[in-house]
C-alpha cells in the first residue's frame, strides 16, 4: 500500500497504559485488575492494548461482542475474554469453540447456556442499574451453574452517593448464596471507593486510557492520547473577515489563519468550535469558527511564523475537553477516528 504524508496523527503512550493498569491493579488490593477493552480498546486499538497488557500481567480481559473476543483470541487464552453483553442462542456453538466465556444476563441466557452443556459461564448480577443482568429475585435460576465470575456494575461510583453502599450490600448478600470462583464489582471509579468495593477482580476501563474517573486519580493516572495535526493552510485575514461555517466567527483585527485536518470524522466534534485549542511551543492557538467534518481553524497570531506543513498539538486533555464541549471522557475517547496516522510510543 502506497505510504502518503499523513495530516493527522493520533501518539499512544504505551508506558502511561501499563503504569494506569499497574497503579489500579495496586488500588485493588487483595483484588486483581483486569481490563475492559471493549469498544477496540476505547477507541485505542484492542490488539496492541491487549498485547501491552498481558505482557505487564493483566490476565481478564472484557469486551462487549463475540466479534471483538474474536479479533484478540489469538494474542491471550480465550478463556481470559469475557463478553459482557450476554450470547443469543444462535451464538451457543460458535462461542463454545472459541473458548471465550459468556456474562450471562437473563434468565433466558442461563437456561440456553444450561440446555447446550453447561459450560463454565460468568454471570452478571443486576445490584441496581437497571441495564443487564440477572435480578436479585431470580438468582435461584443459578443453583449448579458452573460460574466462574459472578459480576455486578456500579451505576454512580464516580460519585459519592448512597447508591454505591445500596448496590454493595445487594452484592455482597447476593455473593453469600450463589457460588462462584471468583466476584466482581468495581470499575475504575469503583476502585476508589475503597477495599469493601474490591473483591477478587476489578475491571477498570476509562482510566486505563487516561481517563479520570474521580478527582483524586488526577495526581497519578497518566494521559495515553496525543493528538497533532499538519496545517494544511495558512493565510492572513483583515478585521471584519468572517471564518467557517454561518459565520461565526468574525476577526476582530488582522489575523493569521491556519486550517488543519481534523473534525467529527476524526472524534473531533462540533462542540469544540470556539472551545478547542491547539499549542506549539508553548503557545495557545484557539479554535475558531466552527469545526466541520475534517476541517478545523486555528488563530495563529500567537505563533506567526508557522507555515503550511507545520505540525501543532491539539489539546484533548480529556477532563478539560470533556468540561469545554459537554461530551463524556467516554465518548472522547471511543469517537476518535481511524483516518489518523497511528503510533505506539
Same mark, same amino acid.
Request: with cysteine; charged share 20%.
Given at each position: 500500500?502506497?505510504?502518503?504524508?499523513?495530516?493527522?496523527?493520533?501518539?499512544?503512550?504505551?508506558?502511561?497504559?501499563?503504569?494506569?493498569?499497574?497503579?489500579?491493579?495496586?488500588?485493588?488490593?487483595?483484588?486483581?485488575?483486569?481490563?475492559?477493552?471493549?469498544?477496540?480498546?476505547?477507541?485505542?486499538?484492542?490488539?496492541?492494548? $491487549?498485547?501491552?497488557?498481558? %505482557?505487564?500481567?493483566?490476565?481478564?480481559?472484557?469486551?462487549?461482542?463475540?466479534?471483538?473476543?474474536?479479533?484478540?483470541?489469538?494474542?491471550?487464552?480465550?478463556?481470559?475474554?469475557?463478553?459482557?453483553?450476554?450470547?443469543?442462542?444462535?451464538?451457543?456453538?460458535?462461542?463454545?469453540?472459541?473458548?471465550?466465556?459468556?456474562? *450471562?444476563?437473563?434468565?433466558?441466557?442461563?437456561?440456553?447456556?444450561?440446555?447446550?452443556?453447561?459450560?463454565?459461564?460468568?454471570?452478571?448480577?443486576?445490584?441496581?442499574?437497571?441495564?443487564?443482568?440477572?435480578?436479585?429475585?431470580?438468582?435461584?435460576?443459578?443453583?449448579?451453574?458452573?460460574?466462574?465470575?459472578?459480576?455486578?456494575?456500579?451505576?454512580?461510583?464516580?460519585?459519592?452517593?448512597?447508591?454505591?453502599?445500596?448496590?454493595?450490600?445487594?452484592?455482597?448478600?447476593?455473593?453469600?448464596?450463589?457460588?462462584?470462583?471468583?466476584?466482581?464489582?468495581?470499575?475504575?471509579?469503583?476502585?476508589?471507593?475503597?477495599?469493601?468495593?474490591?473483591?477478587?477482580?476489578?475491571?477498570?476501563?476509562?482510566?486505563?486510557?487516561?481517563?479520570?474517573?474521580?478527582?483524586?486519580?488526577?495526581?497519578?493516572?497518566?494521559? $495515553?492520547?496525543?493528538?497533532?495535526?499538519? *496545517?494544511?493552510?495558512?493565510? %492572513?485575514?483583515?478585521? @471584519?473577515?468572517?471564518?467557517?461555517?454561518?459565520?461565526?466567527?468574525?476577526?476582530?483585527?488582522?489575523?493569521? $489563519?491556519?486550517?488543519?485536518?481534523?473534525?467529527?470524522?476524526?472524534?473531533?466534534?462540533?462542540?469544540?468550535?470556539?472551545?478547542?485549542?491547539?499549542?506549539?511551543?508553548? *503557545?495557545?492557538?484557539?479554535?475558531?469558527?466552527?469545526?466541520?467534518?475534517?476541517?478545523?481553524?486555528?488563530?495563529?497570531?500567537?505563533?506567526?511564523? *508557522?507555515?503550511? @506543513? %507545520?505540525?501543532?498539538? $491539539? %489539546?484533548?486533555?480529556?477532563?478539560?475537553?470533556?468540561?469545554?464541549?459537554?461530551?463524556?471522557?467516554?465518548?472522547?475517547?471511543?469517537?476518535?477516528?481511524?483516518?489518523?496516522?497511528?503510533?505506539?510510543?
Amino acid at each position: 500500500m502506497t505510504e502518503f504524508e499523513p495530516s493527522l496523527r493520533l501518539h499512544h503512550d504505551g508506558e502511561a497504559l501499563v503504569s494506569n493498569w499497574r497503579a489500579l491493579d495496586a488500588r485493588s488490593g487483595d483484588a486483581r485488575a483486569g481490563a475492559a477493552v471493549k469498544a477496540n480498546g476505547y477507541g485505542l486499538g484492542a490488539r496492541e492494548v $491487549v498485547t501491552r497488557l498481558r %505482557d505487564a500481567g493483566c490476565r481478564d480481559f472484557f469486551v462487549a461482542h463475540w466479534a471483538e473476543a474474536e479479533f484478540i483470541a489469538d494474542l491471550v487464552p480465550p478463556s481470559w475474554i469475557s463478553v459482557l453483553n450476554g450470547i443469543a442462542q444462535a451464538d451457543i456453538p460458535a462461542a463454545q469453540a472459541l473458548g471465550a466465556i459468556p456474562v *450471562l444476563n437473563t434468565p433466558e441466557q442461563v437456561s440456553n447456556w444450561r440446555s447446550a452443556g453447561g459450560w463454565r459461564c460468568h454471570v452478571m448480577l443486576d445490584s441496581g442499574i437497571n441495564r443487564l443482568g440477572v435480578a436479585p429475585d431470580q438468582t435461584g435460576i443459578l443453583a449448579d451453574l458452573d460460574i466462574d465470575i459472578l459480576l455486578s456494575h456500579l451505576a454512580s461510583a464516580d460519585e459519592d452517593v448512597a447508591q454505591n453502599a445500596r448496590q454493595l450490600e445487594i452484592f455482597a448478600e447476593a455473593r453469600s448464596h450463589i457460588r462462584a470462583q471468583r466476584y466482581s464489582f468495581a470499575n475504575s471509579a469503583g476502585i476508589m471507593l475503597g477495599a469493601a468495593y474490591h473483591f477478587d477482580l476489578t475491571r477498570p476501563g476509562l482510566s486505563l486510557y487516561g481517563g479520570i474517573a474521580r478527582p483524586e486519580m488526577a495526581e497519578w493516572i497518566k494521559p $495515553v492520547v496525543r493528538l497533532s495535526a499538519r *496545517l494544511l493552510q495558512v493565510r %492572513d485575514l483583515p478585521a @471584519g473577515a468572517m471564518v467557517g461555517y454561518n459565520a461565526t466567527h468574525v476577526c476582530s483585527k488582522e489575523t493569521r $489563519v491556519g486550517t488543519i485536518s481534523m473534525g467529527y470524522a476524526d472524534g473531533y466534534m462540533r462542540a469544540f468550535s470556539a472551545k478547542g485549542r491547539a499549542w506549539v511551543d508553548g *503557545l495557545e492557538l484557539p479554535v475558531i469558527g466552527r469545526v466541520s467534518m475534517d476541517l478545523v481553524t486555528l488563530d495563529l497570531n500567537a505563533a506567526p511564523a *508557522l507555515r503550511e @506543513g %507545520d505540525w501543532v498539538n $491539539v %489539546d484533548y486533555d480529556l477532563v478539560t475537553a470533556s468540561e469545554l464541549t459537554g461530551l463524556s471522557q467516554y465518548e472522547l475517547l471511543t469517537l476518535l477516528g481511524d483516518r489518523s496516522s497511528r503510533f505506539w510510543i
